[in-house]
């Protein structure tokens, strides 16, 4: 069995990961971490949950410098102030063990405790690149000490417009730096980045490309916007467990309430929510509590659950990439799944030039729930003393939110199942609850990796109208997603870039089985 030691990563590290129980690396782990820990410019291609933060963060923890007050060492760039909080919930137990501070930075938030935190002096920087620039012009810090930069999520930051932000700040770090590239596709926009600007880059790529489109069914309905939430609860009641995109943070909270009072079991996921609650609603839909979560696309990013029947893109994508995003949350493991999108006439142009991004050609049709696939979904009961069902069952409107197997099984509609649980009889609220539910309002990861296993990675409609009738109603954990040694050796590396000089296109590869955020 291969162990962290093995890899390159000292004694105090290996000793801060097995007091969280993780012991044997995964594979991004096992093939990424040697090159980085040597020095060298890496490129990786991994899913997402494959551990990425480990195999990027331990070579950092392990490499990086002392740093001065306003002058970090190593930076880590990422999208979204969600991966960034993530990633510094990784690293900074492990960072503790040796001494290493590590910070966040993104917006949306108060620039007094990251001001602070900079003036105190950090080593690792966790940035998105909108809030970075921002301090950069505040003169709160420089980057010229920075030896080692981590671009994570770079397919991503593309999707998101960064790439001009992305590459200014490389630019500002040092000339001998190294440079590690984390994304889960190797297309265009990133492969400029790894020929500009990473200089004879080991390429690894771990996993399966992308989902392929062709391993899920897509349905193009034509539904009026007052009749979006009940065709949405008959499609959860048939399919099961599912995803809905919403393109508003108040989007998803007003859906979240109206399928309440449809009796559908959801939670929200989007950026207003603080990491305890975005980690609950997570545990919640993977560990079946509920059976729909309902989010936003930034909020989507690294979700990795197993077993999403359908994704409902409640609101219209950007673009194909994210259309692509989007269904890429079912139909894993060699599974089929669903995409159903809904297409109002103002959206027709849209979902054409995404349909021909994508490389698909269906109809725009009205809505027909019973040609899709039925599953059968069983509701785990809330655990005991868990309060997070609270305003699922004030905004459910009395009893309507009962599902239990005698009086909920959607028999051809669906078979959700839930065990029965002791409640509070609401039945007198029952009347009331049918009132505010017709004038409902706003209310509003799990990063689990997958196991190791395989081989090193390869380089390189429907028509129909819709019935509105309503159906009736481990001992050893391996490179965890919990992803520091002290090194203090730092293998130099060949040679200095020149300026306004693209290095060399890359030729060691190995084959391996905010912008205001």
């Not at 930076?75 to 492990?94: D, F, G, H, M, N």
């Not at 207003?272 to 729909?292: E, H, P």
């Not at 990063?447 to 109603?473: D, E, I, L, V």
């Not at 870039?497 to 912008?515: A, C, E, T, V, W």
């Amino acid at each position: 069995m291969v162990v962290f030691s093995d890899l390159g990563i000292g004694p105090d590290l290996v000793q801060a990961l097995e007091k969280q129980g993780i012991v044997e690396p995964f594979e991004v782990q096992s093939e990424s971490i040697p090159d980085s820990i040597l020095g060298h410019d890496v490129c990786c291609r991994a899913p997402t949950g494959s551990g990425k933060t480990l195999a990027f963060g331990l070579p950092l923890l392990a490499r990086t410098q002392k740093a001065n007050r306003k002058r970090p060492t190593s930076l880590i760039l990422t999208p979204t102030r969600e991966l960034a909080e993530q990633i510094c919930s990784v690293l900074k137990p492990l960072a503790k063990a040796i001494g290493v501070n590590v910070l966040s930075v993104y917006g949306g938030v108060s620039y007094r405790n990251q001001l602070r935190g900079l003036e105190d002096g950090v080593e690792i920087l966790v940035a998105c690149p909108g809030r970075l620039l921002d301090l950069i012009e505040r003169k709160a810090l420089s980057l010229n000490d920075v030896s080692i930069i981590v671009l994570d999520e770079a397919d991503r930051m593309a999707d998101m417009g960064f790439m001009e932000p992305v590459c200014e700040i490389i630019e500002m770090c040092s000339e001998n730096r190294q440079t590690i590239l984390f994304s889960a596709t190797l297309d265009e926009d990133v492969i400029d980045i790894v020929e500009t600007y990473q200089t004879n880059p080991i390429t690894i790529e771990v996993g399966p490309e992308e989902v392929s489109i062709d391993s899920m069914q897509h349905y193009f309905w034509k539904v009026k916007n007052h009749k979006r939430v009940e065709v949405t609860a008959e499609i959860v009641r048939k399919s099961g467990r599912s995803i809905i995109f919403c393109r508003t943070r108040m989007g998803v909270n007003r859906l979240d309430e109206e399928l309440k009072g449809e009796g559908i079991s959801c939670t929200p996921l989007h950026g207003g929510l603080n990491q305890n609650q975005r980690d609950r609603a997570m545990r919640k839909f993977s560990t079946s509590r509920i059976m729909v979560l309902i989010a936003t696309d930034v909020a989507s990013r690294g979700i990795d659950v197993e077993g999403v029947n359908c994704v409902i893109n409640y609101d219209p994508p950007e673009n194909g990439k994210a259309y692509k995003h989007r269904g890429g949350r079912t139909a894993r493991a060699g599974t089929n799944g669903i995409v159903v999108s809904y297409v109002p006439k103002s959206k027709e142009r849209l979902y054409s030039r995404i349909q021909k991004e994508v490389g698909v050609k269906y109809r725009y049709t009205l809505p027909q729930v019973e040609v899709l696939e039925e599953n059968e979904f069983e509701l785990i009961p809330p655990e005991k003393g868990d309060r997070s069902d609270r305003g699922r069952r004030r905004g459910s409107g009395g009893n309507r939110n009962r599902i239990s197997r005698n009086k909920r099984n959607f028999s051809s509609r669906g078979k959700q199942k839930e065990r029965p649980s002791k409640r509070r009889d609401n039945s007198k609220r029952g009347k009331r609850g049918e009132s505010e539910r017709k004038n409902s309002g706003d209310n509003s990861k799990n990063n689990s990796q997958t196991p190791r296993g395989g081989k090193r990675s390869k380089r390189s409609g429907n028509g129909g109208k819709y019935n509105s009738n309503r159906g009736k109603s481990s001992e050893k954990r391996r490179g965890g997603n919990n992803e520091n040694s002290k090194n203090n050796s730092q293998t130099p590396r060949g040679g200095k870039r020149g300026k306004g000089q693209s290095p060399s296109r890359p030729r060691n590869r190995r084959k391996k089985s905010d912008y205001r955020s």
